[in-house]
């Protein structure tokens, strides 16, 4: 059963305070992007296994990469590394367009049935190279990367239209969250967490 209160103590207590992602967070039912096995602990503040060495991250983080954002609601914006599809679904939930893609089949038909489940069948799913965005589909008013790369991708930079923000986390043993913004000057950039994300692979299985 969920705990009524897991949106208090987890993110309004710990710095998540934009109204529309809370309401984002409350609405989502995490419970159908998880595996049937840990269904019981879909609200744990804790990233949960969903197979092929992937991971659903905690809600706080996903909280935070939402809020990082600053989403009003008429964006198009591309989530980098589906997983589950939850992120995708609280970002549904923020922007107008969503665009997901992810590099492992299997998790992608997946993660359509989840969305489509939970009431977010106009999520795109897509399988690729994470890495490479979705050049065709670009600009992005913002993009969510959900594995940690060595370095910003310079594809994720290019396809993030003037004023778009970009957050994915950055490292491999020490890891931050990091926000990056497109200004008319070039990129900036400042972090937000540290983190502990799988890495992100580029190229297709």
Known sequence: MTDPDWVDRQLRRRGIDDPRVLAAMAKVPRELFVPESVRSH??????LAIGYEQTISQPYIVACTCQALELNGDERVLDVGTGS???????AELAADVVSIERVPELADRAREALTAAGYADVVVLVGDGSAGVSERAPFAAIAVGAAARRPPPDLLEQLEPGGRLVLPVGRFRQRLVLIERTADGFVSRGLADVRFVPLVEGVR
């Open 42 to 47: 879909a609200y744990d503040d804790a990233a």
């Open 85 to 91: 599809g939850y992120q995708a679904a609280v970002l």
